[in-house]
């Protein structure tokens, strides 16, 4: 019953049924491509959840090495600071009158005076030094871990974007009107060329 030949009819059942089979099969792979795309995206947020935990224990390491570098050096400091006080309370003061060559003793004092305030001066400088360097590469490893976080997130939007476009350009390709898709094809009207579209 109708206008199209029994014939006619057949192969359109035939071409829908295929059509039909495809669109599920479409369906399959999507829904496979999607989940596998989900997986790999919680395997990358899981390997970077990790690579940050190795991240901060080397970098808690790492503050640790400058803290014991910088006790180390203060202990240095204070010992030197100490064993220069005893030089001093050993050597005689300038108004003692008990040596016969007051004058000698007097200019020997004020050299090793004159050069150990010049080892303290050193001596600070030197820590000064050391601080200000461990601050500067505190800062830079914080500065260094800050960019490979905002890397790291960007990396992850972009794998996410990247997988969302994908999805919703298959999803836009097969809800698009007068689309039928054929093996090879993925929903181009430029496959068609060979195929009518029956209303």
């Known amino acids: 019953g109708g206008k199209a030949s029994e014939a006619q009819a057949r192969q359109n059942q035939q071409m829908m049924l295929m059509q039909c089979k495809y669109q599920q099969k479409l369906k399959r792979e999507e829904y496979i491509k999607v989940k596998k795309a989900a997986e790999e995206a919680e395997i990358l947020k899981k390997k970077a959840i990790q690579r940050e935990k190795a991240e901060r224990l080397e970098a808690k390491k790492r503050q640790e090495e400058m803290q014991r570098r910088e006790k180390f050096f203060e202990d240095q400091h204070y010992k030197t ?9 050993g050597l005689p003061k300038s108004d003692s009158c008990q040596i016969a060559n007051h004058g000698q003793e007097s200019a020997a004092w004020m050299r090793s005076h004159t050069y150990k305030q010049a080892l303290r001066e050193e001596e600070n400088r030197r820590l000064e030094e050391t601080k200000q360097e461990q601050r500067r590469k505190a800062e830079l490893m914080e500065l260094k871990q800050k960019q490979k976080e905002e890397a790291r997130t960007r990396a992850l939007q972009n794998e996410q974007k990247r997988v969302n476009n994908a999805f919703l350009d298959r999803l836009q390709n097969r809800t698009q009107p007068n689309s039928i898709y054929q ?14 579209w029956v209303s």
């Open 183 to 196: 093996p090879g094809c993925a929903g181009s009207l430029d496959c068609l060329s060979n195929y009518t």
């Open 81 to 89: 600071n100490e064993l220069l006080n005893r030089l001093d309370l």
